[in-house]
């Protein structure tokens, strides 16, 4: 596979937004056209408020949604032109949304089935996935003999199966207790270092914001955009000295007083 | 564990046992005490008599009601999902077809079996169409709805990954619909002896493809209550089986995943 150019944008948007038609007492709801660019490496989390377009921007990135105004480019080219079919984009929703009926292994080789990967070969992929996520030793139990965490593993681990550039994922740790979800975010960043991976990643949590990112986008409601920018200085490794820093602090303060601001 | 298993399984039929045998002993000591004469309400043991004594004819009746009952069953089960797959297609398919569906379910087959018995010249046929007419429903709006369950996710995954058509059928709608397909069966499974019972009822067929419906008849018209009885207990029982198979094929089906949600 040929490396990405880091001068052009793994994922932009250009002017790209979507709005639904809701009451016409309702306020405006969706995404507002946004322009962005999200280049090789970054680690992009979109923190904001309930109904500032966050999912909305989410899913315009995976496709699922056409924008209504603007376009969206992967790789500079549209989501078909972009070999997409070869599973360069991949998504982590909401919930682990794994298949009930198969094993944990055949729900990571979900993504492989599709793509119609000899059998040999695709094992040989969940194995790898499925160590870099620690879950060897489940492999062949059903999603539901698995705990939360576990299961969110699980569909990281099958997301990572297909061999993305692109990650998306969707506040995929919100159900989670806060201990098992600073745990998967200290092992999200080791993996997307590792594995050299673009993550656009949704969130509602200023902490888990601050110590994924590697840029922050503050999102406003009513209607739904962008409010403002953050970088996240990249220095020195994410690790709980880092949680546990003066500057992980000062950016949690930086963020809590952009999103006020934004709520304004 | 297993000892666990085998003390509820035990649990499980030495309550109803006891019940039965405390049952059936009240009906015969009342039957004994009062001298109450079987035509009027036969005594268990008179009805045994009866079951052994007609056993020919009544078995026979059996396997016939029964072969209504599951050729009803497995039409129900192949017409039933075809019709469920064609309606969800599309949403004016759906809207189109469905209140036709209900019509079905609605209008009492015993108002229409005589006239499905006029029309249809062949006995063996118009008895299973009028079970069928009972029992398809259940299999329609269930797999309906299962094909409909999907998790929303799994499908927005599904469609990222540029799913075909068939990949999402096959490994997403119909695993998915399983479990209330199932359901459906174990309901239809039940309603289907219901129809062939009404539909014999209604025929009045006798010989060769008489069933226990008829014998249930005929019994009465001679006066035999207990031979009545008998061919009560054997529909009964046919239920029971009836019963216990669907709901074994449901459990072994999906036990490896529905019994520890």
Request: hydrophobic share 50%; with cysteine.
């Amino acid at each position: 596979m040929t490396r990405p150019d880091p001068a052009r944008p793994l994922l932009a948007f250009h002017g790209a937004g979507r709005m639904f038609a809701g009451r016409s007492s309702d306020a405006p709801r969706g995404l507002a056209p946004i322009s962005l660019n999200i280049a090789a490496g970054d680690f992009v989390t979109l923190l904001g408020p309930s109904g500032c377009g966050k999912s909305t921007l989410l899913k315009l990135a995976a496709n699922l949604l056409e924008p209504d105004s603007g376009h969206v480019r992967w790789w500079g080219r549209g989501f078909v032109d972009a070999g997409l079919a070869g599973h360069r984009v991949t998504l982590v929703p909401q919930d682990a949304t794994l298949m009930p009926w198969r094993s944990v292994a055949a729900n990571v080789r979900l993504p492989l089935d599709l793509e119609r990967l000899p059998r040999a070969q695709a094992d040989a992929k969940v194995d790898q996935a499925l160590r870099k996520v620690g879950l060897e030793s489940v492999a062949a139990l059903r999603p539901s003999a698995l705990s939360g965490g576990m299961r969110m593993r699980v569909s990281i681990a099958r997301a990572l199966a297909a061999g993305p550039e692109l990650l998306l994922m969707d506040e995929p740790f919100a159900a989670l207790d806060e201990l098992t979800r600073t745990a998967l975010d200290t092992e999200m960043v080791h993996l997307c270092e590792r594995s050299g991976l673009t993550t656009l990643f949704v969130t509602h949590s200023i902490a888990e914001a601050a110590f994924l990112s590697t840029r922050v986008i503050v999102m406003a409601a009513d209607p739904g955009r962008i409010f403002a920018e953050y970088p996240v200085d990249p220095a020195g490794p994410r690790d709980e000295d880092f949680r546990l820093s003066d500057r992980f602090a000062s950016i949690c303060r930086d963020l809590t007083r952009l999103l006020a601001e934004a709520a304004r | 564990m297993t000892g666990g298993a085998f003390g509820a399984m035990v649990r499980g039929i030495v309550g109803p046992a006891l019940v039965l045998f405390f049952v059936l002993g009240l009906w015969q000591g009342a039957c004994d005490a009062w001298s109450i004469p079987p035509y009027v309400l036969p005594a268990p043991t008179d009805i045994g008599h009866a079951l052994w004594r007609d056993a020919p004819t009544l078995t026979h009746a059996l396997g016939s009601t029964l072969l209504v009952t599951l050729s009803a069953l497995g039409l129900s089960i192949v017409i039933g999902s075809v019709i469920a797959f064609i309606l969800v297609q599309n949403v004016v398919i759906e809207r189109s077809l469905m209140p036709y569906v209900v019509v079905m379910q609605v209008t009492p087959v015993v108002a229409v079996a005589p006239l499905i018995v006029i029309l249809v010249h062949n006995t063996f046929a118009a008895l299973v169409l009028c079970a069928m007419l009972i029992a398809i429903f259940p299999v329609i709006a269930n797999t309906l709805q299962g094909l409909k369950s999907i998790d929303p996710g799994l499908a927005d995954y599904f469609r990222l990954h540029r799913a075909t058509r068939w990949q999402t059928l096959w490994r997403l709608r119909l695993p998915s619909a399983l479990p209330l397909f199932l359901a459906g069966v174990r309901v239809s499974s039940g309603l289907a002896l219901v129809g062939a019972v009404v539909a014999e009822f209604v025929a009045g067929t006798g010989g060769n493809s008489a069933g226990l419906a008829y014998e249930i008849l005929q019994s009465g018209f001679q006066m035999d209550i207990p031979r009545m009885f008998a061919a009560l207990f054997l529909i009964t029982l046919a239920g029971l089986c009836l019963f216990g198979v669907t709901t074994g094929v449901q459990n072994r089906l999906l036990g490896r995943w529905m019994a520890s949600r």
